[in-house]
């Protein structure tokens, strides 16, 4: 008997080509998700150029354009997917081999055992399907054709890693702007008052941060244009407000107070700092903030409260600062 089971485990062994038809949603899109620590972000490829236009060696989050090997894109949900049909396939061919063995097995089920468990991640929040068509960002590159989406601002192409930066920028201000109509009928589209008031707050402080991380990516790439000829910026310099406006006063005369008018200045600090508290202190309010942003409105400790009205206003002075840089050479 175990001549036989030795002989049928050495015949399923090796390595095997398992067909496995992975979901889509209703258009074709395939869910991806980038395994970077830092951004961790979901988009999705149309399923045609992630097969005929992705090289097998490579591939480009959207978002944030890290680059690793395609498989690694995988959601966990569709890790877990591709195991249990590996499971399956396994126990089916190790069952079949199985069964042809002399000996007797009254007890073969007892013998081994293959288990398949899903624990999909748990998302924070479900978004309804007429709110996630409304918030998601669709790109065609401009380089190679491929499509893809994201919810929110999406600047690299999962094909050929080209960014995009200049023109998802409007892309994303006018889904940002879309997002805060949104939010008013939120009531009608989610069961339960607090669920609705829980997706609203969701959906208005992400779309927060993604101005100006969408206005950093413009900014990044207006700046390499505009001083070619200069050293290039440490690494997220465009994420800090001061910083960024004596990088530009260097390459092109002008800082964002400059650009603006007094209270537009005032507001966009304000903006850009309530942006980091919510990044990096999940908006509770410490000393930092209130001395940078000049708002009196809170105490150490009280966790910042971001209205639709606000992100409206952070979009209109991006918009604006976007205006005059792309004038310059």
Request: charge should be negative; proline fraction near 5%.
């Amino acid at each position: 008997m175990f001549d036989d089971i030795y002989r049928a485990l050495d015949r399923v062994s090796g390595t095997r080509q398992v067909r496995i038809d992975m979901p889509l949603d209703d258009d074709g899109y395939f869910d991806r998700q980038c395994r970077a620590p830092e951004c961790r972000t979901r988009f999705k490829v149309l399923f045609e150029d992630w097969r005929d236009k992705v090289p097998n060696e490579r591939a480009w989050c959207a978002v944030c354009g890290h680059l690793d090997i395609p498989s690694d894109f995988n959601t966990r949900a569709q890790d877990e997917y591709i195991r249990q049909h590996a499971l399956r396939y396994i126990q089916e061919q190790f069952d079949d081999e199985m069964s042809h063995a002399r000996a007797p097995r009254p007890h073969r089920a007892g013998f081994l055992t293959l288990s398949m468990t899903y624990k999909p991640a748990a998302p924070v929040i479900v978004v309804p399907y007429d709110a996630a068509e409304i918030l998601s960002q669709r790109t065609t590159c401009s380089e190679c054709g491929c499509r893809y989406a994201s919810l929110g601002a999406s600047f690299f192409c999962p094909a050929c890693g080209h960014n995009s930066a200049l023109s998802a920028f409007d892309t994303a201000i006018e889904t940002v702007r879309q997002s805060m109509s949104l939010v008013e009928r939120l009531d009608e589209m989610v069961d339960g008052r607090d669920a609705a008031a829980d997706l609203r707050r969701h959906i208005t402080e992400d779309a927060l941060v993604r101005v100006w991380s969408s206005f950093q990516r413009f900014a990044e790439v207006i700046y390499s244009l505009a001083a070619a000829d200069r050293p290039a910026p440490p690494r997220n310099a465009f994420q800090n407000l001061a910083k960024s406006s004596k990088l530009w006063r260097s390459a092109i005369g002008r800082t964002y107070a400059e650009m603006l008018d007094h209270e537009e200045h005032l507001g966009l600090i304000r903006l850009v700092q309530q942006r980091h508290l919510l990044a990096h202190r999940d908006g509770i309010v410490d000393e930092d903030y209130l001395e940078n942003s000049g708002d009196k409105r809170y105490r150490v400790g009280q966790r910042m409260v971001v209205k639709p009205a606000d992100v409206s206003r952070f979009a209109d002075l991006v918009t604006k600062l976007a205006g005059d840089l792309r004038h310059e050479p």
